[in-house]
């Protein structure tokens, strides 16, 4: 058989090559084709996925702040970055009610412009700093010394900036800047924070995004924010990751897309699920959200194109084989399978143990 091994990390201890290395093992030992894929969200794993793929150079990024370190991965013409690192913190609260700062990512993006680069593709996640991006708005402006005032000079001055390269927000989440479901409803699951913390963030972010968004209408004529019957910018999906930075980049010009999709797309992931027998993908947690626009899903509809089966493996299984049959998967294991009183000692869980495991028990179904 040909197996395509495409997951995430399914386990805060074991990155996605570990993961799939992991997984393909039992296959390699007895005799079968195997192609190992690691995948990413965009907010992790973009770097460590697109350079298993295609190779490269991962430089180190100083940006500032507390977290002042990133990772930069250049190939063949684009330059990768994770700016999650930058921005994982909790931060305190700030006396207008913002959180933290995207600033740290502006000095991150003029290095990989610096390269040279005629892309820069930028993975951004969901993140307890929230400012809407204004940090990374105002670290632009005084780079080029304009005002960090909203007006269409300075959004044009800011967006000269970047006019050199083509850049591409891979989003990890498909969360909004804002609204009832967007980034700043979300900052009350982070420990530290709570719903009025995050009630007035979202008040003052938003004062913001109607400022530029009334500024970008000024300047742009053909752009979604210039078409009223388009959801404003801060409101749409994608814009919320990054604490805003995602939104801000979007003003300046970026695409916001997403992240697995992005990630699927710099890896090859159709044309290899194209060669396969059988595809074995993994992430933490095999949940609704997986099964929309993670990873598991991305994987499962390209096998679908093609009609090739996929098996999932999650640390943990919340969904049902019908729903993993909407997004072209066959079959979901736990990691660890759930445990009956009496039926003897409780199976390792160390994540490398219990994958194993795991990964024997899916050779001994699935192999033909």
């Known amino acids: 058989m040909h197996v395509l091994i495409a997951p995430d990390s399914v386990a805060p201890m074991l990155s996605a090559s570990d993961s799939a290395a992991v997984l393909a093992e039992p296959w390699q030992d007895r005799g079968h084709t195997v192609r190992q894929v690691p995948m990413g969200t965009g907010s992790t794993g973009l770097v460590e996925a697109v350079a298993a793929a295609r190779g490269g150079h991962v430089h180190p990024v100083r940006a500032t702040g507390p977290e002042a370190v990133a990772e930069m991965l250049l190939v063949e013409g684009s330059a990768y970055v994770e700016a999650g690192p930058l921005l994982t913190r909790v931060p305190e609260v700030a006396e207008d009610g913002l959180l933290g700062s995207t600033a740290p990512l502006a000095a991150v993006l003029l290095a990989a412009s610096a390269t040279g680069a005629q892309r820069v593709v930028v993975g951004l996640g969901g993140t307890p700093v ?52 967007g980034a700043g409803a979300e900052l009350a699951r982070y420990p530290g924070l709570d719903a009025t913390i995050a009630q007035r963030a979202e008040n003052v972010v938003g004062g913001q995004v109607a400022e530029w968004e009334r500024v970008a209408q000024q300047t742009s004529r053909r752009s979604l924010l210039a078409d009223d019957s388009a959801p404003r910018l801060g409101r749409a999906p994608h814009s919320g990751a990054g604490g805003g930075a995602a939104f801000a980049l979007a003003l300046l010009g970026a695409r916001l897309l997403p992240g697995p999709e992005l990630v699927a797309a710099e890896v090859g992931l159709p044309a290899a699920v194209a060669e396969a027998d059988l595809v074995v993908t993994a992430a933490p947690a095999l949940d609704g959200a997986a099964l929309h626009d993670g990873i598991p899903a991305v994987v499962g509809r390209a096998a679908m194109e093609v009609g090739v089966p996929v098996v999932a493996v999650g640390w943990e299984v919340h969904t049902s084989r019908r729903d993993g049959a909407r997004v072209g998967i066959s079959a979901s294991y736990p990691v660890i399978d759930p445990r009956m009183p009496g039926t003897g000692p409780a199976p390792s869980t160390d994540p490398l143990t219990a994958l194993q495991a795991r990964a024997e028990r899916i050779v001994k179904t699935w192999a033909q």
Not at 131 to 143: F, K, N, Q, V
Not at 155 to 177: H, I, K, N, Q, S
Request: net charge negative; glycine share 12%; proline share 8%.
């Open 130 to 181: 929230h400012d809407g991006g204004r940090g990374l708005l105002h670290a632009l402006a005084e780079h080029v010394g304009c005002s960090v005032e909203p007006s269409p000079e300075n959004l044009t001055a800011m967006r000269a900036v970047l006019a050199p390269v083509t850049v591409d927000v891979a989003a990890g989440t498909e969360l909004p800047l804002l609204g009832l479901h």
